[in-house]
């Protein structure tokens, strides 16, 4: 994913503060914002060799060959659940362990409600996201002799 999610967050938060007037429920309610960069990234700009720790929390651009890549898999990024005895629905929100950019959350999926009536699991008002894994190596014709 090429966006930075505290950018992407404050993008999303400014937008749904604009004071637009509409009657019904804005579309933009749900919709996640995102930010992409490009452009030169100077010192920034390393092989794999050159990941070092001191490029930690910083925006960096990895240049290299992908030699081992996963296919893509769906990560689940929120779900709804309908319970058809109260006509409820219920929407939790998931985030990994390693994610930083999404505080709270859970990562159990609910089978039931709070009264313990069975959900069924929406997957069209769900989101998810893409995931896949990538190895790089760094370039023959840019490594050190």
């Given at each position: ?42 010192a920034h700009?390393?092989s794999p ?37 109260t006509k ?58």
């Amino acid at each position: 994913a090429e966006y930075l999610p505290a950018f992407a967050d404050a993008l999303g938060s400014y937008i749904r503060n604009l004071p637009i007037k509409h009657d019904v429920a804005s579309p933009m309610d749900d919709d996640d914002f995102f930010v992409g960069v490009e452009g030169a990234f100077g010192a920034h700009h390393i092989s794999p060799r050159g990941l070092l720790s001191e490029f930690l929390q910083k925006l960096v651009v990895v240049e290299g060959i992908i030699t081992k890549c996963s296919v893509v898999t769906p990560k689940i990024m929120s779900s709804v659940h309908f319970c058809e005895a109260t006509k409820e629905t219920i929407k939790r929100t998931y985030r990994a362990p390693t994610e930083l950019s999404t505080l709270g959350g859970t990562m159990i999926m609910p089978t039931t409600d709070e009264k313990g009536n069975p959900v069924s699991f929406e997957f069209g008002l769900s989101k998810f996201r893409d995931l896949q894994r990538i190895t790089i190596q760094e370039m023959p014709e840019r490594a050190p002799p």
